[in-house]
């Protein structure tokens, strides 16, 4: 039995950290030239056409942003008028964030560059491997949670 540690590049977690980043870096492009928005932004539009109505808190845990990051989107996406917010029914000092008619429009298009991007990205798999890959990202995800609450 050897006791030599693998090579960094032969971890599974540094190959989709890479994968991420290089992803990553195309979104962002797309999403500025075509769209004019930041990353963020289009990653909470997106979380709140989706998903509205929905708190900071909320809107944090479905676009994958820490609460900061999901906020200043947030705001950035009120101040352009994308997104409405208003109080909260059930938390006096929360609020609620849902899409303006502006904002469903333009959330249209970011799914479209969104669903274009998985393509670009997963194409390279048939459709088979590309249903198995998310049978296994489900899995992760479902076992990575579960250990969550256990911590």
């Given at each position: 039995m050897s006791t030599e540690l693998p090579s960094l590049q032969d971890f599974l977690?540094?190959?989709l950290h890479r994968l991420n980043k290089l992803t990553d870096r195309h979104s962002s492009a797309a999403y500025a030239s075509e769209l004019g928005l930041g990353v963020g932004e289009a990653r909470c539009l997106a979380a709140i056409g989706q998903f509205a109505p929905l708190s900071v808190n909320d809107l944090a845990m479905r676009a994958n942003l820490d609460k900061g990051q999901?906020?200043?989107?947030?705001?950035?996406?009120v101040e352009r008028e994308l997104v409405q917010k208003t109080a909260s029914?059930?938390?006096?000092?929360?609020?609620?964030?849902?899409?303006?008619?502006?904002?469903?429009?333009l959330w249209k298009r970011v799914m479209r560059l969104?669903?274009?991007?998985?393509?670009?990205?997963f194409g390279c798999l048939s459709p088979g491997e590309q249903r198995q890959l998310e049978t296994f990202?489900?899995?992760?995800?479902?076992?990575?949670?579960?250990q969550e609450v256990d911590e």
């Open positions: 977690t540094y190959r999901a906020s200043r989107a947030a705001q950035m996406l029914d059930t938390d006096a000092r929360g609020v609620v964030l849902t899409p303006t008619r502006s904002g469903k429009l969104i669903a274009r991007r998985n393509q670009d990205i990202f489900d899995r992760l995800v479902a076992h990575s949670q579960r």
